[in-house]
Every structure is written in C-alpha cells, then in structure tokens.
C-alpha cells in the first residue's frame, strides 16, 4: 500500500507559479510510477505530466507541454509538480496517483491514463483567478 498526500494548491493570479507536493508513505517512490492528474468542475479527469519508477522517463500530454514539469526527490519520498504562467484553465482538483511496478519494468514508460494507476491521493484545490 502507498499513502499518498497533496499539498501546495492555493489561490493564485493568472501568471503565477505555484508547486505542488506528493508525499509518499508505505512505499518508496522509486518503487512506483507517479502520476498528477487534474479535474475541474463539469469535466473529466486528465493526465498532467507522470514518472517512471526508474525517474528516467516522463510523459507530459502535448497540451501541458512547457508550463508543467514533474520531478521527484527520492531523499524526501516526495513527487512534485511545478506549474508556471497559470491560466484560469488551470483551475481544478490537482491529485496525484501511483502505480505499482515491477522492478524488471523499471524503466517503461508511465502509464498515461488515470485507469492505470493504484493509489490515489486527496487532492488539492488550485484556483487561478484572472
């Protein structure tokens, strides 16, 4: 089992910057893939950016390309997400989620769907206003 907890989200203005965490307990991170996912009201659920459990690949949709980036410290068990220039797009639940992988698998590329992942975080609210 991982226990995974969000933090980090807030009310920002368009163009700011803001980082989200994942803190991992019950397993290390580089045990699984990482995944952040977001859904805003009326809408379904969408991949943002995931990780391999190696931390070598990582898979951004073509619409997150360049404000968005994923990237992990194994020293603290946590995942983050940096995100910057927000729009009020961007305004949704932020959650992120983990899978479990072999370690034969270390190196394949995350799943890109939400459907492929175990463990699912809380979520943090991120709300950009214009």
């Known amino acids: 089992q991982v226990q995974l907890v969000e933090s980090g989200g807030g009310l920002v203005q368009a163009g700011d910057s803001l980082r989200l965490s994942c803190a991992a307990s019950?397993?290390?991170?580089?045990?699984?893939?990482v995944g952040w996912f977001r859904q805003a009201p009326g809408k379904e659920r969408e991949t943002v950016a995931a990780?391999?459990?190696?931390?070598?690949?990582?898979y951004y949709p073509e619409s997150m390309l360049g404000r968005f980036t994923i990237s992990r410290d194994t020293a603290e068990n946590t995942v983050y997400l940096q995100m910057n220039s927000l729009k009020p797009e961007d305004t949704a639940i932020y959650y992120c989620?983990?899978?479990?992988?072999?370690?034969?698998?270390?190196?394949?590329?995350?799943?890109?769907?939400?459907?492929?992942?175990?463990?699912w975080g809380q979520g943090t609210q991120v709300t950009v206003s214009s």
């Open positions: 990780v391999s459990r190696s931390g070598l690949n990582k």
């Open positions: 019950g397993r290390t991170i580089s045990s699984v893939a």
């Open positions: 989620a983990a899978k479990d992988v072999d370690y034969s698998r270390r190196y394949s590329s995350p799943p890109r769907a939400s459907a492929g992942y175990d463990y």
